[in-house]
């Protein structure tokens, strides 16, 4: 995880910091150079971390369970209760995004992906079954839809 200095530095830095790195991200023109940027100012984990931070807080818009999440993304229960956490108190603004990358075709093509996985992994968590994998095949189109 993260790490932020114990050491307090004045608040009207913290906030002239903040300023810079948002503008930093806004003054990026394509994803060719969003990649670029990132990869230089992000080590590998933290950009990861970030990535799934935003697939778990679109699957939690979407209503799907901690439990389907955790064991598709991989990620911990307090991971997922703190993204859901942050999309309660502040999370108009990732909302927003989401709703912008969901209109694009390129994005909406993976999230369908996404929806057929979560759907695998749930029938695989109730048995395996044939009954329930043919239950699970019925709902596929409703459940699929409500991911989309």
Known sequence: MAQISKRPIRKELVE???NLFEESIVTCHS??????????????????MLSKRLAIAYL?????????INQT??????????VDRMLSY???GTRKI???????EKWAKFFEELADILIDAVGKGK???WRTTGSILRQRKLDR???L
């Open 90 to 92: 502040k999370g108009e």
């Open 60 to 68: 939690l818009t979407k209503g799907v369970s901690y439990r389907t």
């Open 16 to 18: 002239r910091i903040n």
């Open 73 to 82: 993304i991989k990620v911990s229960n307090p991971t997922i209760r703190a």
């Open 127 to 129: 048995g395996g079954n």
């Open 31 to 48: 994803q060719e150079e969003t990649a670029e940027y990132l990869d230089g100012l992000l080590s590998p984990t933290e950009k990861i």
């Open 98 to 104: 989401l709703e912008k990358i969901t209109k694009n």
């Open 145 to 147: 839809k409500s991911l």
